[in-house]
């Protein structure tokens, strides 16, 4: 009896054995992978955090001695007659926050188009569906300085909508929307609506429209249709467009450049004004790093609405 109860015992040592081997196989191959990772994400963050402590240069870079005026001058700045007299950085938070505003306005333009469009495109038929995304996707193959330039062609003062408005004699001048919120709104639109198709797409892709039927077959109208069924189906797809759209929007460099004129700055041309012209590196990290949180912020608050529906359903 000893022997036959020892040897399902040996039989089953050998699984745990495996499978530990397994595991460390698996590590072993993407070893590699994690420490590019590390190095190409984790080694920058860390000296940009570095740097945020320190003081700034003469002629730019930084001094190898501590200091937190860095972080001190995010949100606040000293009189030029009294360095003792603290006002709030209103020229900072006035950016910090068209930053925040303008992504957030362009998420929600971005999903105001991009549901009908993805819906167009999940309810062709199926062998004609990857066509219509071939077509979403085509503004991808184009630089997106060459696309924000296109834009700017657009909306100039000269350009179409404006040539368009004066020859059916809606306006008599040009009606300037260059160098103006609106043109930077536009441009990141524009540029972004693909991110929130695509998601959106994918979700709508998965939906079983019998629930549709069986709604309307209880009497249900459209919209209620929309609001209850539709809507909390593709709920995942919103949450992820919206994510792949705010966090760039919210960083955008290119499109606030070319369309705002450097007279609407957002957070990535502030951060690029401190390391270039303005020689301030430990202010340019600090600013960084604000923006890093910022996103950071709107990333758990995304989870944290994808997670509380998983946790309600399963207690």
Do not use: C
Request: proline share 6%; charged share 15%.
């Amino acid at each position: 009896m000893s022997a036959v109860e020892l040897a399902p015992h040996g039989a089953d040592t050998t699984k745990p054995k495996a499978r530990r081997g397994d595991i460390a196989w698996r590590w072993w191959l993407v070893m590699p992978a994690l420490i590019v990772l590390l190095l190409a994400a984790s080694g920058p963050l860390l000296i940009v955090l570095v740097y945020s402590f320190l003081e700034p240069g003469n002629f730019g870079g930084v001094v190898w001695n501590f200091s937190t005026d860095g972080w001190f001058q995010v949100f606040f700045t000293r009189d030029i007659f009294d360095e003792t007299l603290v006002t709030p950085a209103t020229a900072h938070l006035d950016i910090f926050w068209r930053s925040i505003k303008l992504a957030l306005y362009t998420t929600l333009i971005t999903a105001i188009l991009g549901f009908p469009t993805a819906w167009f495109i999940a309810t062709r038929a199926p062998d004609v569906r990857p066509i219509w995304l071939f077509l979403v996707t085509i503004p991808f193959w184009t630089n997106l300085v060459i696309r924000t330039f296109a834009i700017m062609e657009v909306i100039r003062n000269e350009g179409l909508v404006n040539n368009v408005l004066r020859g059916v004699g809606i306006v008599s001048a040009p009606i300037q929307m260059l160098f103006t919120d609106f043109a930077i709104l536009l441009g990141m639109a524009y540029v972004f609506l693909p991110l929130m198709v695509l998601p959106l797409y994918a979700s709508m892709e998965k939906l079983d429209f019998k629930l549709l039927e069986a709604g309307y077959d209880l009497y249900a109208s459209r919209l209620r249709v929309l609001w209850h069924i539709v809507l909390p189906l593709v709920k995942p797809g919103f949450i992820a467009g919206s994510i792949l759209v705010f966090i760039p929007a919210i960083g955008a460099y290119v499109t606030p450049r070319i369309l705002g004129g450097g007279r609407n700055l957002m957070l990535g041309n502030l951060i690029e004004l401190q390391f270039g012209q303005g020689r301030n590196w430990p202010l340019g990290s600090a600013l960084a790093l604000t923006l890093l949180v910022i996103v950071v912020i709107a990333l758990l608050f995304y989870i944290r609405s994808t997670s509380q529906p998983e946790g309600q359903r399963h207690g």
